[in-house]
């Protein structure tokens, strides 16, 4: 069974200060990993996709590596914004994603 | 569609009642999941359908739940003689292509609340 591990838990940081928010598995014969965000009481927004081939994918002020050897990806959010508060959500997929708990970011204005 | 679609958004419903809630997938997409969110939790995987093949059950927490979708369409997911701990957002996702390589998009979530 797939164990998906992100940390932090919970991030506060002031508007316009880069994150990194860091998702572990364990099972690294995956297909592809996507990264969601998810606002309260809403559904989740995919973000980004990463073929399992990849190492990096960019979109906007985000971008996200893949380490499939070592079980490792990491979400990079530049500059950010009052509006990126949410929880991001790591998903890696062998036959079916399996999620983490996320990452709750909280950017203060 | 423009997006994976879900009703009801909301139902409230007394213990040991059937509720059935709906998945309407973004047009063309072969793959459809459903998961489960208990507050404050993460998401639980509990079926997937792909095209015609046989779908994976293996996430489903009891017999009390089922789901059905036929050919590429709608979907079904139902919960029999509900129980309090069955509270929780139903959340479907649909994928263009197989099982391994698509983007899943996801719904709004139908929020069950069992009373």
């Known amino acids: 069974k797939q164990e998906v591990t992100q940390i932090p838990a919970a991030l506060s940081v002031p508007e316009g200060e880069n994150l990194v928010l860091n998702c572990s598995f364990t099972d690294s014969a995956i297909y592809n990993l996507q990264w969601f965000r998810q606002d309260p009481g809403k559904g989740l927004t995919s973000l980004l996709l990463?073929?399992?081939?990849?190492r990096e994918q960019t979109s906007g002020r985000l971008n996200a590596s893949l380490d499939k050897s070592s079980g490792r990806s990491t979400l990079y959010i530049a500059a950010s914004q009052p509006g990126d508060s949410a929880t991001y959500l790591c998903?890696?997929?062998?036959?079916?994603?399996?999620f983490g708990a996320g990452t709750t970011v909280t950017v203060r204005a | 569609g423009a997006g994976v679609s879900q009703s009801p958004s909301n139902k409230v419903t007394e213990k040991g009642k059937d509720v059935e809630l709906r998945c309407d997938p973004i047009s063309g997409h072969t793959a459809l999941y459903w998961y489960r969110q208990r507050l404050g939790q993460g998401l639980e995987f509990l079926i997937y359908?792909?095209?015609?093949?046989?779908?994976?059950k293996s996430g489903l927490p009891s017999d009390r739940f089922s789901a059905e979708r036929t050919g590429e369409s709608v979907s079904t997911l139902t919960i029999q003689r509900t129980q309090q701990e069955d509270s929780a957002v139903y959340l479907c996702a649909s994928s263009s292509q197989g099982a391994h390589s698509g983007e899943l998009f996801f719904g709004e979530g139908s929020r069950l609340t069992v009373l």
């Open positions: 990463i073929q399992s081939s990849q």
């Open positions: 998903a890696p997929r062998l036959n079916k994603l399996s």
């Open positions: 359908f792909q095209g015609n093949s046989a779908p994976d």
